[in-house]
């Protein structure tokens, strides 16, 4: 899209002098500028660019043609269209054809109608229409037989349904189907009765097109067509044609899904009227079917109100014993909308008294939250123990959605995340400590070969993921009852084979076999093996021990909340030796740092981490101090400005700018820093505060390493583009080829900018 | 000596009279043998007798040698339709074509290992879908996995533009996938941010072939063996293509065929080759260009050029410049052949060219390639002499990736050119081609929108992107990797994964929810911070990109496991039917894609299975060299499904182009460019397409192009690279146990007791000097890694010279160091190193430059340098349990 500027402004003198400047790239740059040129005028909408525009359609470059062309169909140049048709026949690339027929459709052109139907039916050679000799594996009239289909729909031509008809009925023709559905809907009464007509040969597949492509257009219009298909012999188009129905709000069709033999229509139909009647509701909740069932449930959660006359909590009450748990789930969760008061009372009932799967205690742990259940904290205490990882995140993430309100029992659940954070909840089994552990496997070497030399314990210890354990005392070395002490599984039999302690290893066929004794070469290939695996570390279904997982969990989700007591304890975690656990906990104080929480409580500890050895820690701590923002915060900050790292450098950078307290020099200095990683993170910073200032010295960054960080300059400048502006031009119009291929990339940002154009800005930082 | 920890199994069943057999192909390298697969049931417990009326094979057992015995590794237990089933996987026996009479190699002989058990280390097959949440990998459905990554792919298509979308896949797992893929990625999301397994970008892989006019697999697998002189550079065929060696190349060494092998490094192919008569040219890395000119300037010198085929088929002064069509000319050859460095005034003019290049002066060139001079001469001799009777040999020359991947551009063109001198290209027996890496299960769904690409050559049209180097600039924002190793598989690697890491497992924003809507909204945050959210789609999970890295991986179904298709190194078409269940809910490519599309709203993949893959994409394939639309045509005549039909030709397959006959009849094609072969004068009837490149070359005129072929393009990077100091060149290859990046063969008890880790072939003087022994472990390191960075629009003509690109900060010097085990052979030039090529925990790509060939956006990936020390001896020095360091260079 152009950018909307007003006709005086883009008139003005400075305007005129870029599109001047423009102009003479077009006629006289370089292939690669003189694209971006044609791009910019496209941009600037100036009056002197159509000419140059549209010259540029007969211009040597395809690369330079196919801008020529998207530039004037985004400038609406309705003069454009003759020239772009001409083209269309004459210009052999075909790169450059689909775009002349993208352009045509945009400026919504009437002479080019012939050519688009032939086209759509063959290369239309006998039209006299030019084409590169075919040169790959690829025939390239493909892409342009799509685009012109495509046209003839928007464009409304009068032949256009027997045109693609034609094509359609081609016998080594591609599949058309889905662009021609979709063209012929676009073209009202003639292309239904088009579509009508194809639906006596059409296969499923293209009848579910057809259904498909009646999403879009009027229910009045294609109202015979849907019931039609709506009575079709194939379930999966039933289906298709309900789909289409939700999408136009054509109930009639819907009603007459809610009675279809297929359950996945009567689902997709409850689910498309949304706003059921009482009475289809209780019907669908009597289906034989669970995904029907399924679907009234989440169209009564969905409306999220009660609901009278379904009693959903006692048909759920009933259903406990005889329905599949995903259905008791969608029932409870609809319960808890639809019946409040008496839905407490069963969830109540579910959780203490009955062992029930877990995707139903998930259920019942979120409804209890929603509706702040008398208990609920102790329900709460009782699922962040579970053996069920799934059952633990969801007590965790209901406690920080109790945390996020405010009230005694948002504090009440914000104290609970901050005990489970400091591992209140779950004690660490004995001799652990925060060390991750898993299943145990033990190698034993054969008495008597033990290395000569070796006056230690020769096992050799893996875990689950091929892991070496931490060699333990001597008198931890054999028995079970170490290992069971340890939590480890004692079941666990050697393995058969050094290969399977490399592969995972097979339980079954362990047990099948004798004990194994190693010599003492499997031990010394063991343990390379061992380094080798724990290099690979594939097992994917692995999980962390529950202790562990509990006060990770916690710390990741404590951030979304906004609760100063929190902030001791993440602190607290941040300093621990668990690296994913700080993570966790530094990156939620660094969430609660964004939503103004006070976090005097976590300085000290961040200050420690600021300057520890630890440069992860240390660039974590850091946007934290900056958020607090006191004095001695700031100077431990700034005690960062010349860290070794380049990252810990550009989030020093970043925190002075969060605390208000960059000053230019220091600007100044990290955009001259020796690691790009800093002068982008200086540059990105500044994008926060806006207004650039100094602009030459960002240019001549945006210069440095031809161009690395020019889009982020760029970005910068937009936030200042009046500033920008007289230089980009000066750039544009000056004889320094990189300084004005450099300009002439950033310009579409600076004039998004301008125009206050948020998507064209998005659209060409992205690109 | 035995070993504790790999047993091999003794005894296994025979398949009973009654056993379901289905006719395959094997999996791995390009040579695609015929195979066939027993299936019977385990329930009831019926197993085949000894006598021949008590087993499928139909013989008494024991057989005679070389008869339809079975071996351990050819036995499995499967799920089929959710019942177990034995299944006897062998060569076979009633091949007429590819692997007559049932030959196999080390690789497909044990394919039946391959297939999914969950008794054996192929347990860890990806079984469904996973999405990791708190730094974990958690199993979901797929509806979950496929809404968020639906959700994220349009929010980034959306926000950042289709070319922050990366689609980084396999082009050879089977037609049906691969139509699948590129639907998706190049018609729907339109993405120019696309490549294939073993490129940066969506180039062709030989430059020179395609300027020239040859297709990379124009030639027959009889057109090696009927050659009496076959210049094979840059590959053993016995290494990687076993039986496209031993079935078709020894044959013809036993009979006379006078075989040069261009390679750094000797093996049992060449080995063989020499001991009958063959040469070897041991040449260093990288020097291809000088000998191969060099060679061709003796024969022009003594005026051994096939004349009579030079003034018939290759372009004079006026061809070489005839137009494209009408209007602009601007094709992908013609911009290169315009520019000047390449384009010839035809033969005379080439001539003229070549022998004023002081490079291709023989003792030069020996001088660089550090060879000895008289091998040039010999091969010049062998390849274009004239005999007495004034007859000449029938030449062909065989390339493959040590040769076109060590500079992509010259090496292709100056092959071309000798070719072309020699008569070869275009009869039987003297023909030019690939010999093939992979097989060739390519069918494109769309075109690479080129015009997106932000990569501009000095002067010319946008060349299609460097993935690894967008990706390094930060602007890839989703990565979706369907099928490779992607990281280890890529130039400077080690450089690469860092940069993986930063943008994945470093970004603030990670999955810390199990709610659909909060992982969608992490996702976009990381996409929309700069970070990159990575999608991974494959049978194993690879390290790292999808152990680390990856954010949601898809379980693929693979061989076997649903109905493919897929063609060989000479275009044999052939259908590779299910015949066991995919493990869990894992899924097959197409349908993964299929259901991500529907999610994406994208039209046009409503599939109901393969064969309706198939079917859409045959389409696609007219006029290429797998033109096999004449095959759906029958189908449909006959009331069958494409699938059905390709079925009826069981291992045999029909070779690409098919071409209906006027009785309705299919017909095949043995060579491409085939010169003699007669068409019908009444051109093509019905729905067949008559390619020019079935009777002639691929290009403007139907004729050869000859194109010079500049040592100083590449020169500068060469000289630049080469050792220093106490460097050495290290290169890398395949060998023979193992299939890429060893993802079967890790799963094999026997090669992982053979080949437990990486290894480097030494020179015994570079290893004396060093203190390095045979089972030593050693390193090897550098910090001079040239890595490409930026993605740039070359200006000026020379912006993508290395020299210049250094000039610029284009280039950055990595670092790079793995380990290996020493095995130390006067089987390697002096001065190199050699490493298997894809070893996923030891990726001998670290240490190759990240640099690409300028000319093409190809990778040189057989190039690097690199120190080594030993840093202790490893358990194999003193132990024959596990590796061998025995000679592999033996006849």
Known sequence: MAIAMPR?????????????????????????????????LGKLDHPTATDTLIASLRDADPDVRCDAAAALASLNVSAACQPLTDNLREDPDSEAKTQYVKALQTLGADGCHDLLSALAVGRGEHHDIAWDEAYSDWDDWLDVQLAAVEALGVLGAEQAPAVIETALNDPEGQDLWPVACTALARLGRPGMEKLQQLLSQASVLNRKRVAAALAATDPALSGALMRQLAADRDASVRLAVVESAAASASDEILTLGLDDVAPEVRAAAVAGLGQVSTKALDKA???????????????????????????????TERSLRTKPPEVIAAMLAAAAVAEPRQASALIEDICDHRNTDARVRRVCLRAASTLNMPGLNEMLDQAIASDDQAVRMEAISALADLAKADGPDADRAAVQLAETIAGAKIAAPVGEGDQETGTVVQFVPKKGKQAAGDEGDATIKLDRGGNEMPSADKSDSDGTDEAAQSGQNVDEPPPQSTLQAIMAVNPERMQAGNTVELEDADLSFLEMTGSLVRRRKLDPEAKPPAHLDVRRLAAGVAGDTRKSVLVMALARAATERDAALSDAALSSLRRLADQDIDMSEAQQDMIVLASGNDDGRCRQAIPVLGAIASPESVEAVRNTAGHRSPQVRAASLAALVTAGTLTDEEFASAVSDPDHKVRLAAIEARQQTGHPGMVALLLEQARMESGRHKHEVAKLLATGPSDALPTLTDWIAGADTQSRYLALEMLPVVLAAMAGNKEGHDHAAAS | MTTPYYIPETNIPLPPVDADVISTACDYCIVACGYKVYRWPVRGGKVGGPKADQNAFGVDFPVEILGPWVAPNQYNVVLHENEPHHVIIIPDKDAKHVNINGNSSIRGGAIAQKVYNPQTPTRDRLKSPMIRMFGVLMPVPWDFALEIAAEVGKHVIEKHGANAYCVKTFSYGYMENTYAITKYALRHISTANFTFHDTPSDVTSTPGFRDAGFDNFGPAYEDWRDAETL??????????????????????????????????????????????????????????????????????????????????WVNNKSE????????????????????????????????????EQDYAVPEKAAEIAQIDVAKIYTAAEWLAKPREDGSRPKASFMIEKGFYWSNNTGNTNAIS????????????????????????????????????????????????????????SGH?????????????????????????????????????????????????????????????????????????????????????????????????????????????????DWWIIAQLSKKMGFEGFDWNNSNDVLEEGARFSRGSRKDFFMVKVAAQKEGKTLHQKLGEFGTDGIQGPVMMLDDGSLEGTKRLHDTTRKLPDDGAAGANVFNKKLTHFNSQTGKCNIQKAPWSLFSDYWEWLSPKGDELWTTSGRINERWQSGYDDRRRPYIVQRWPENWVELHPDDAAARGIENGDYVMLYSDRIPVQVDTIIGIEGDDFTFTKLMENGHIKLEKAAITAVAIVTPALKKGVMYMDFLHTSQPANALAGRVVDWISGNYNYKMGVGNVKKIGESPYKHDFRSMSFARRDIA
Not at chain 2, 417 to 430: E, M, N, S
């Open chain 2, 476 to 588: 890839t924002r989703l990565a979706h990797v369907i099928g490779n190793t992607w990281i280890q598989s890529m130039c400077g690697s080690q450089s690469l994964s860092a940069k993986f890491e930063e943008l994945t497992a470093q970004n603030p924003h990670q999955i810390r929810s199990f709610d659909k809507q909060e992982i969608i909204e992490t996702l976009k945050k990381r996409a929309d911070s700069g970070g990159m959210v990575v999608f991974d789609q494959d049978i194993y999970l690879v390290d790292p990109i999808g152990a680390r890295f990856a954010d949601i991986i898809f379980p693929a179904a693979g061989w076997g496991e649903d109905t493919f298709t897929r063609a060989n190194g000479e275009r044999r078409i052939r259908l590779y039917p299910k015949f066991y269940d995919p493990p869990g809910e894992a899924k097959p």
């Open chain 2, 320 to 355: 070489s410049s005839s137009g494209f069509g009408q209007g602009t000319r601007n094709t992908p050859w013609q911009w290169r052949t315009t520019w000047g460095k390449f384009q010839t005034g035809g033969f005379d003019d080439w001539k003229k060219w070549l022998l």
């Open chain 1, 285 to 315: 909740l009597n289906d034989i079917s669970p995904i029907v069932v399924i679907a009234a449930c989440k169209a009564i959660e969905g409306a999220g109100q009660p609901v009278a006359g379904l009693a959903l909590v006692s048909r």
């Open chain 1, 8 to 40: 005086q402004d883009t008139a003005s003198c400075e305007f005129s002098e870029l599109a001047r400047a423009l102009a003479d790239i077009v006629v006289n740059g370089n292939n690669a500028e003189r694209c971006l040129a044609v791009q910019g």
């Open chain 2, 417 to 472: 050119a000798l070719g072309i001198t020699c008569g070869a290209g275009g009869r039987p027996g003297q023909m030019i081609g690939r010999a093939g890496g992979h097989q060739r299960g390519g069918l494109r769904g769309g075109k690479y929108p080129r015009n997106k690409s932000p990569e501009k050559l000095p002067g010319r049209r946008r060349r299609a992107m460097d993935t690894d180097r967008y990706l390094m």
């Open chain 2, 231 to 312: 210049m094979i550079c840059g590959t053993d065929p016995y290494e990687s293509k076993t039986i496209l060696f031993t079935d078709w190349i020894m044959p013809a060494i036993q009979g006379g065929q006078k075989t040069i092998f261009l390679s750094p490094r000797n093996t049992g192919g060449i080995a063989y080759a020499v001991k009958n008569g063959g040469m070897w040219i041991d040449l260093l890395p990288g020097t291809d260009l000088p000998v191969v000119l060099a060679i061709a300037r003796v024969i022009v010198e003594n005026g051994w050029q096939d004349d009579e085929w030079i003034r018939n």
